[in-house]
C-alpha cells in the first residue's frame, strides 16, 4: 500500500464535528502520517520517506488538549517530535546521531501505536491561575446585563421576577469601592461582638 501526502491530506479534509469519528479519524491519519514517515523496514506497510510534516498539520486542526494527546502520542511511540506551539514537527536527535540501524528501528513501534490511539492517553489538566478580586468584578457587569435580559425576555418565572430585577440592580451597583466598605463594616462588626459579650459577662 503507497501512502501518499495526497492521501493523507484528502483525510484531513473529511474532519467532521462529531468528537468520537474526529478521535478515530484523527487516530487513522496519525497512523497513516507515522507508516509514510516509518522505514520500510518497520513494516511492509510503511512508506519509509522519513517525511513527518503532516503530523504538524494534522494537529492544527485539533483542539489544545488533543495537540498535546498527540505531541505525546508521537514522542511515546516513534521518533517524531511534534512541537505545535511552535510550529515544529522534526526527528528527535538522538535518532538522527543515531548510527546502529537496529537502534533506530527500536524508535518505531507500530504495533503499540496503533493499539493506543492518542485520545487514550492522559487528558493534560487544564490549568487555572487564581483569580483576583478585579477580575471577579469583572464579571458582574455581565451577570447583571444576562439577568435583565431574562427578565425581559419573559424567560424569569413571574414569582421570581421582582427579585431577579432587584438582583441584577444590586449587581449593577457593586465595585471595589463599596465591597471594600461593606467588608471593613462587617469586620468591624465582627470585632465589637467579642467586646459586647465580654461586658455581659
Known amino acids: 500500500m503507497t501512502i501518499t501526502l495526497k492521501k493523507i ?4 479534509a473529511t474532519f467532521s464535528t462529531n468528537r ?10 496519525a497512523m497513516m502520517i507515522f507508516m509514510h514517515a516509518a522505514p520500510k523496514a518497520v513494516s511492509e506497510d510503511c512508506s519509509g520517506t522519513g517525511d513527518c510534516t503532516r503530523a504538524l498539520k494534522l494537529a ?6 488533543w495537540q498535546t494527546q498527540l505531541e505525546k502520542w508521537f514522542k511515546a511511540y516513534s521518533p517524531i517530535r511534534l512541537v505545535t506551539k511552535n510550529d515544529k514537527c522534526e526527528y528527535d536527535p538522538k535518532y538522527k546521531a543515531e548510527k546502529d540501524a537496529a537502534v533506530k528501528l527500536a524508535f518505531w513501534k507500530i504495533a503499540e501505536a496503533n493499539e493506543t490511539p492518542f485520545f487514550e492517553l492522559d487528558e493534560p489538566e487544564s490549568a487555572s491561575e487564581p483569580m483576583t478580586l478585579e477580575q471577579i468584578l469583572a ?24 427579585q431577579a430585577r432587584a438582583i441584577a440592580k444590586a449587581l449593577t451597583g457593586l465595585n471595589f469601592a463599596s ?10 462588626n465582627n470585632n465589637e461582638e467579642p467586646s459586647a459579650a465580654a461586658k455581659t459577662a
Open 179 to 188: 465591597l471594600n466598605a461593606k467588608s471593613k463594616e462587617a469586620e468591624a
Open 60 to 65: 492544527k486542526q485539533m483542539p489544545k488538549s
Open 9 to 12: 491530506d484528502t483525510k484531513i
Open 139 to 162: 464579571m458582574i457587569p455581565a451577570l447583571a446585563k444576562r439577568i435583565e435580559s431574562k427578565a425581559d425576555k419573559g424567560e424569569v418565572v413571574a414569582d421570581a421576577l421582582p
Open 20 to 29: 468520537a469519528k474526529l478521535q478515530t479519524l484523527g487516530h487513522e491519519i
